[in-house]
Every structure is written in structure tokens, then in C-alpha cells.
């Protein structure tokens, strides 16, 4: 499978501020990755696709405005949460298919505290 | 924090038991299917696999079971150790590869 890893992997930030979060791919190029927000006792919610060299593809209801995505390169994608508030406090996972292209591989996680 | 009455179904079984993890899918049209692992803290790890032309597949100590009629999924853990205990989600895989994934069960492994 693929190997994927994210940086930071949690990170508290005062209200208002932004975080940007790192996801990327460490053995081999991923023209796809996949940002996930996970809320305590609950599943994953898709927020975005994150397309390499293009715009991402954000989910109903997920502003992207706040939510900024950049996938600059096939080996990195990133999520920036813009002026944040504690209720996006959260867990966030971004995933990326493998080279099958179906089956998604995820990273551990980033898990945000917005005081 | 928590939405009142939102909560992970549990399953608590004894280590060495056979442990049986269910799901229930919503799209009849789906033809690929994925189990997840997830413990604490960590992102899901990928457990096994199962498109629609099956009704079994079988893993290391892991077996996966279709049943399309009734749109339901299930993973069988043989022997089940601590090491187990995790945050279960079975996902289905839809056009342009997305997932969907389940509720999720969580299961607890007694020594």
C-alpha cells in the first residue's frame, strides 16, 4: 500500500489564527489525495479531493474559503483551516489512493485544538 | 464535544474468540469495498478488501463476507487478540474513488 504521512501531528492554536497542515506522499506521486475531518465517536467525512496542479473539489457544506487546499507538487498536499475556531477543533486525515488507484491509504491524522 | 445519543456501537469479546464486525451499505450500484482499522489516535488502516464479483475473501486471520442481496458487509477476526481492539469501518468505494464510509464499530478485547 501507500505510505503517507502528515505534519504536524497535532497542534494547538489560539481562535483566529490559521494552521496549515501537511499531507504527503513518501513512495510514490499522488495526482489524488483525499482531506478528512473526523469529530470524536463519529466516522470520517469527506471534506475535499485535493487535485494536483488544480483546484480542489470541496464537499456540501465544507467552505473553501476557510478550508484552503493546495496540492503544489504530486507529493504534497495541504490544508490551511483560516481563522480558526474551537469548533473546528477536530481530527484531520488526508488519504491518497494507491497505485491501483482505488483503494485509499491514509495518514495518521492531525489532531487540532483551537483555544 | 459529543452529540447526545451519537455513540459507537460496541463489541466485546474475549481474546481468542472469533470476533464478527457488521455493516450495512447503502448503494446497491457499489462493486468495491473496503475494511478499515482504526486505533486511538492513528489514521485507518487499510485490513482487507472485496469487490462484487465475490462473496469471501480471506486475509490473515481476517475474512471479509458480501451479501449484496441485503446490501451487507461483514468482518470475521479468528482468535482475536488485544491487539484487535480498534475502531472498525467498512467503506464503499464510489465513482471518482471516494468513499463512503460506515458508522464504525468499536471492538474491545477482554484478556
Known amino acids: 500500500g501507500a505510505v503517507v504521512s502528515q505534519h504536524p501531528s497535532w497542534v494547538i492554536c489560539k481562535s483566529g489564527t490559521s494552521v496549515k497542515i501537511e499531507c504527503r506522499s513518501l513512495?510514490?506521486?499522488?495526482?489524488?489525495m483525499f482531506w478528512y475531518r473526523q469529530f470524536p465517536k463519529q466516522s470520517l467525512m469527506l471534506m475535499a479531493t485535493?487535485?494536483?496542479?488544480?483546484?480542489?473539489?470541496?464537499e456540501q457544506g465544507v467552505e473553501k474559503d476557510k478550508f484552503l487546499i493546495n496540492h503544489a507538487s504530486l507529493t504534497l498536499s495541504t490544508l490551511t483551516v483560516t481563522s480558526a475556531h474551537p469548533e473546528d477543533s477536530s481530527f484531520y486525515i488526508c488519504?491518497?489512493?494507491?497505485?491501483?488507484?482505488?483503494?485509499?491509504?491514509f495518514g495518521p491524522g492531525t489532531r487540532l485544538l483551537v483555544l | 464535544g459529543e452529540s447526545v445519543g451519537l455513540h459507537l456501537p460496541t463489541l466485546s469479546v474475549q481474546e481468542g474468540d472469533n470476533s464478527i464486525i457488521n455493516c450495512a451499505y447503502s448503494?446497491?450500484?457499489?462493486?468495491?469495498f473496503i475494511w478499515y482499522k482504526q486505533e486511538s489516535g492513528k489514521g485507518p488502516q487499510f485490513i482487507i478488501d472485496?469487490?462484487?464479483?465475490?462473496d469471501k475473501r480471506q486475509g490473515q486471520r481476517v475474512t471479509v463476507l458480501l451479501n449484496k442481496t441485503v446490501k451487507h458487509l461483514s468482518l470475521q477476526i479468528a482468535a482475536t487478540q488485544p491487539g484487535d481492539s480498534a475502531v472498525y469501518f467498512c467503506?464503499?468505494?464510489?465513482?471518482?474513488?471516494?468513499?463512503?464510509f460506515g458508522g464504525g464499530t468499536r471492538l474491545m478485547v477482554k484478556p
Open positions: 488519504s491518497q489512493a494507491g497505485q491501483g488507484g482505488e483503494t485509499q491509504y
Open positions: 513512495d510514490f506521486q499522488a495526482t489524488t
Open positions: 485535493s487535485n494536483e496542479g488544480s483546484k480542489a473539489t470541496y
Open positions: 448503494n446497491s450500484a457499489s462493486d468495491y
Open positions: 472485496i469487490r462484487s464479483n465475490m
Open positions: 467503506a464503499e468505494v464510489n465513482a471518482g474513488n471516494m468513499l463512503t
